[in-house]
């Protein structure tokens, strides 16, 4: 699963491999010298930030590392320097199963839990360390209706079962079959409150015993 700590901590690998600081490499992907400064990755209020998509892909495409590289330097293993035990191997693309979120309302793709399930999958790939895409799934964004965030063709990694946290983006599945993307605003045993993407769009309240699964965008290819 990935951390507040291990994206962080392949920023720096990055730029060290760049030989630039934190501060040169947010320069050079042409965002503010300040945005991968330590001070900004925990808020005021104790809150850990994390680093945008959007950021981390302007400095993918600011050094030409590929996202295989960076999810490298997410790799414990790497964060560490340890070398690869003799017959292991750094995190390699892997299939996992790819949805359109239109389909992902209709019956039979997923089970109780919110885990892959069923027919009618496609696949695309991913970089996972081994073990750790297990129940790991895509899911194609198809229309407007998450812009600016997300747009049509974006592709979102859910990992179902994971911990969700308030601020965290998330991927909600009624039990009328209703599927949307939303940012955690909060949750009670009874409730679940959801902060739209879309400013357009009004935040939403559902009652717990409506919701069949919540899972947490951990990554989405922009």
């Known amino acids: 699963m990935l951390s507040h700590d291990s994206i962080w901590a392949a920023i720096d690998r990055l730029a060290e491999q760049h030989a630039l600081t934190p501060s040169g490499l947010a320069r050079r992907a042409g965002l503010d010298p300040t945005s ?33 590289q960076f999810m490298r330097y997410v790799s414990p293993d790497s964060l560490r320097g340890n070398q690869l035990p003799e017959g ?9 199963p ?9 019956g039979g793709f997923f089970d109780d839990g919110g885990f892959p399930a069923g027919q009618g999958w496609d696949l695309v790939e991913f970089p996972a360390a081994p073990g750790r895409n297990n129940g790991v799934y895509a899911l194609e964004v198809q229309g407007e209706s998450m812009k600016p965030l ?3 063709g974006d592709i979102l990694i859910v990992e179902p079962g994971a911990q969700v946290r308030r601020g965290d983006r998330v991927v909600v599945k009624t039990r ?7 940012i955690l605003a909060r949750q009670s045993a009874k409730t679940i409150e959801l902060q739209s993407l879309n400013p357009e769009h009004p935040p939403r309240s559902l009652e717990m015993s409506d919701v069949e699964w919540v899972a947490r965008i951990i990554w989405a290819s922009q």
Not at 100 to 106: D, E, K, L, N, R
Request: charged letters at 25%; zero cysteines; a positive charge.
């Open 98 to 106: 790819l949805l359109g979120m239109a389909q992902a309302g209709a």
């Open 36 to 68: 991968f400064n330590k001070s900004k990755r925990v808020g005021a209020d104790g809150r850990m930030r994390w680093p945008s998509t959007e950021s981390i892909s302007k400095v993918l495409e600011a050094t030409g590392a590929s996202l295989d």
């Open 150 to 152: 997300y747009r049509d």
């Open 176 to 182: 009328e079959g209703e599927v949307m993307a939303k």
């Open 88 to 96: 292991s191997f750094p995190p390699q693309a892997s299939s996992i």
